[in-house]
């Protein structure tokens, strides 16, 4: 039915492809902004930490499912080790029991969160983001695990705890003791 050079499958194909490549565009873009608004609040000049802590505020007062995206997306693909450390201690602070952002996440975001979360904490091979993400899983469990919220957890650990390696085996005793 397609014929060559510019039938009808040939150019649903390219569509497709062209949005999803416009897609992983976007992303990407998103990613290097938000990464640069993360350098500005690391940099030791003060006026421009202010301002890149008043963008960084007003993106999570605007959008929390944006903000809670960014710092996953940050968190799991950034190639800056200091953007992935930022990134892993706000996460930490906004999943704490008395912080009201991950409540007001929809559903669809916080699954995100937890699915990256315990990706993460299987595969990362640095140490430091490692335990930042422990750190993370292990105040967000001690906030939703009660209330049957995260089932994927303790099948993820006892996974886990069972790999040759001591550093995954030292994450979940991390996770455990928090």
Do not use: Y
């Not at 050079?5 to 390219?14: D, M, Q, S």
């Not at 007062?61 to 995206?69: I, L, Y």
């Not at 996953?72 to 200091?82: E, G």
């Not at 979360?117 to 967000?140: M, N, V, W, Y």
């Amino acid at each position: 039915m397609c014929a060559v050079g510019g039938g009808v499958a040939e150019r649903r194909v390219r569509t497709e492809s062209d949005g999803v490549l416009l897609s992983c565009l976007l992303l990407h873009n998103r990613l290097k902004k938000f990464e640069a608004c993360v350098e500005a609040i690391l940099s030791p000049e003060n006026a421009i930490r202010t301002k890149g802590e008043e963008a960084f505020n007003g993106l999570r007062d605007k959008s929390v499912d944006k903000f809670f995206m960014l710092l996953v997306q940050a968190l799991a693909q950034s190639q800056l080790s200091q953007v992935r450390q930022f990134c892993s201690v706000v996460l930490r602070q906004n999943l704490a029991k008395k912080a009201k952002a991950w409540d007001a996440a929809s559903k669809p975001t916080q699954q995100t969160v937890k699915a990256v979360l315990l990706q993460l904490f299987k595969t990362e091979k640095e140490r430091a983001i490692r335990r930042k993400c422990s750190d993370a899983i292990g105040t967000l469990a001690g906030k939703i695990l009660a209330k049957g919220e995260w089932p994927e957890l303790m099948p993820t650990l006892t996974e886990v705890s069972n790999s040759p390696h001591a550093l995954h085996r030292e994450s979940v005793l991390e996770i455990l003791d928090r």
